[in-house]
């Protein structure tokens, strides 16, 4: 199979087992936290040459679910008060955390971190705008502040 088609394949893969590309997901973190992409990998546990090819569809899939689990635990952290603010202490704070994480994942147990309980922030922010504010909101800021974006688009989607 040609390397284009290969990476498609990939891509299309990565869609349907984790949402979206993986170089989505992983460039967000890159600017929500403000990192390089080699000191992102070490921060998840990855070389920096496998992360570049799970990110370019070279390769489809995160393999050890440890890696996984801590993607998520910072894909999670973005949206801490904090960290979404741009605190540079807590931003570091953040990125530790997970480095230093020992998470042990198996059939019953994924653990990702604890996730914070955003349903008041949604609800105060369903009572001051209407939903179509709220995910013009979200367009606005989609790029520089993604992590208000998504939660301005979850409360935009009516709860």
Known sequence: MEDHKIVQRNIALQREWYGEPLGDRVRRLVVA???SQAYLAEVLGISAPMLSQVMSGRRAKIGNPVVL??????????????VAAGSKEAIRAALEDVKTARP?????NFPVGAVPDDQPVLAALREVAEDENLLD???LLDADFPAIADLLRRAGKSG
């Open 104 to 108: 042990t994942v198996s059939r019953d």
């Open 69 to 82: 689990s801590r993607l998520i635990m910072l894909e999670r952290k973005v949206l801490t008060p904090d």
């Open 137 to 139: 909101a979200a367009e």
């Open 33 to 35: 936290f403000d990192v």
